[in-house]
C-alpha cells in the first residue's frame, strides 16, 4: 500500500517537474501587442533614456498620471494634463485637441515633444537599429529592421489591448451579479436626466469624441484654447475632446489643465460653472442654466462616477 502511494506521488512529482520544464523551455510567442508592450515601457525612447510612455501613463491609475502636468526629459513639465492611455481602441480624435486621428500617428508625437521625450525619430529609429533584442523582435514580426511605422504600429497594437470590460456598470448593464448599488443606480440616472452629463459623456465609453467647451478658457487664467489650435475657426475656442470616463475615480486630477483634484469639485463645478468661471469664453448651451442638484444628487452622481472603474483597479480591502 505504502509503496504504491510513494510510487504515485513520484510518478506525479516527476509529471510537474517534465511539463514545468517543457513549459519554460516553450518560447513565449512574440507577438505586435507584445513588442509594443515592451516599447511603451522603454526608456530607450527618450533623449536621455529616463522616460517611457508609462512614466506618465502609469498602470496602476488606469494608465494616466497623478499629477495636473507629468514630468518629461530634463524635469520639463508636459503642458496639458495626462490622459488614460485605456479605451482609446475606439477613439476617432486623440489629445485633448483631437490633432491626431489614429493611434499609431499618435504614439510619434511625445516621442518628438520637446517636453515629454524629445528624441527625433529617426534617432528612435538608429537606437531600436542598434539594439540586439529589437533588430531581432522587429524582424520575427514584421519581416523587416526596425522602422517608424513599425514601431508605431506595434505601440499602437499594446494600447488597443488596454479595454476595460469588467465594471459595476458594465454587469449592471448586462443583469450580470455584482452589478451597482442602490445609490448608484439613482446616481446614474441623475448623469443621464437631471444633470445632462449624458448629452456629451455618451456611448459605452462616455465620450463620442466630440470637441465641447464646458468654459474654462477665458483667455487669462485659463488660456488653452483647445480644438481652435487645430482648425483656426473661432467656434472651438475654448473646445476639448470630450473626455472618456472609465476609471475616472482613479485618474484624478482632472480636465486638461488638471485643475480639478476631486470627482466633488468636477460635480460642483457642473452644477454651476458660472461660479468658478463667470467669464467662460464659448460655454456650451447645455450648460447654460445651473442644474440645481442636491447634496444627495451630487453623492449618488458620484458614486456612480466610481461603478465605472475597472475591477483591477479597486484595491482590495
Ligand atoms: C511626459 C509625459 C508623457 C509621456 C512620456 C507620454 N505621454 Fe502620452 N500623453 C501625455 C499628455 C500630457 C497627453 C495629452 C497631450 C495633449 O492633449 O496635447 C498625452 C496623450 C496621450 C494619448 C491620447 C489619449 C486620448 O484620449 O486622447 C495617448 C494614447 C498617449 N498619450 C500615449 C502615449 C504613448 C504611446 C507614449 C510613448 C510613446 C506616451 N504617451 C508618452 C503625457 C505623456
Ligand atoms: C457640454 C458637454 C459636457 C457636459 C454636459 C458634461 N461634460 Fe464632462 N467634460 C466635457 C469636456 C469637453 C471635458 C474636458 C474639459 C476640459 O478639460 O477643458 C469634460 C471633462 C469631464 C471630466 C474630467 C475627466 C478627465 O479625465 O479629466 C469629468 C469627470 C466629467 N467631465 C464628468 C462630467 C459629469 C459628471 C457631467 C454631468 C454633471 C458632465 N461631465 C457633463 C464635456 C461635457
Not at 517537474?17 to 511603451?40: A, C, D, H, N, Y
Not at 458620484?302 to 479597486?314: I, N, R
Request: aromatic letters at 10%.
Amino acid at each position: 500500500m505504502h509503496v504504491v502511494k510513494q510510487g504515485i506521488i513520484i510518478v506525479l512529482l516527476a509529471a510537474a517537474v517534465l511539463t514545468g520544464f517543457s513549459f519554460s523551455k516553450t518560447p513565449q510567442k512574440i507577438t505586435k501587442e507584445r513588442l509594443g508592450e515592451m516599447l511603451f515601457f522603454d526608456p530607450i525612447l527618450s533623449e536621455d533614456s529616463s522616460i517611457s510612455c508609462a512614466s506618465c501613463h502609469k498602470p496602476a491609475f488606469a494608465f494616466a498620471d497623478t499629477v495636473a502636468f507629468s514630468t518629461g526629459v530634463h524635469g520639463r513639465l508636459a503642458t496639458r494634463n495626462t490622459p488614460s492611455a485605456m479605451n482609446v481602441s475606439a477613439r476617432e480624435a486623440l489629445f485633448w485637441d483631437g490633432r491626431a486621428t489614429t493611434l499609431e500617428q499618435q504614439a510619434l508625437g511625445p516621442i518628438e515633444n520637446p517636453n515629454e521625450m524629445n528624441l527625433p525619430l529617426a534617432e528612435a529609429v538608429k537606437r531600436l537599429n542598434r539594439s540586439k533584442k529589437y533588430r531581432h523582435l522587429f524582424f520575427s514580426i514584421f519581416k523587416s529592421v526596425p522602422n517608424q511605422k513599425y514601431m508605431a504600429e506595434a505601440i499602437a497594437a499594446y494600447e488597443r489591448t488596454l479595454e476595460t470590460s469588467s465594471t459595476p456598470n458594465d454587469r449592471w448593464l448586462n443583469d450580470e451579479p455584482n452589478g451597482m448599488t442602490e445609490q448608484q443606480v439613482r446616481g446614474r440616472d441623475i448623469f443621464r436626466v437631471k444633470a445632462k452629463c449624458f448629452e456629451c459623456h455618451f456611448t459605452p465609453d462616455f465620450t463620442a469624441d466630440e470637441f465641447r467647451s464646458i468654459g474654462l478658457f477665458n483667455g487669462t487664467t485659463h488660456n488653452d484654447s483647445g480644438r481652435y489650435l487645430v482648425t483656426r475657426n473661432p467656434a472651438d475656442i475654448g473646445k476639448m475632446k470630450v473626455p472618456g470616463l472609465r476609471n475616472v475615480a482613479v485618474t484624478a486630477p482632472y480636465m486638461h489643465d488638471g485643475s480639478f483634484k476631486t470627482l466633488r469639485e468636477v460635480i460642483d463645478y457642473y452644477d454651476n460653472p458660472h461660479v468658478k468661471m463667470p467669464d467662460g469664453i464659448n460655454r456650451d448651451t447645455v450648460l447654460r442654466q445651473p442644474l440645481g442638484l442636491t447634496e444627495q444628487e451630487k453623492q449618488d452622481l458620484e458614486a456612480f462616477l466610481h461603478a465605472l472603474t475597472d475591477d483591477k483597479f479597486v484595491k482590495r480591502k
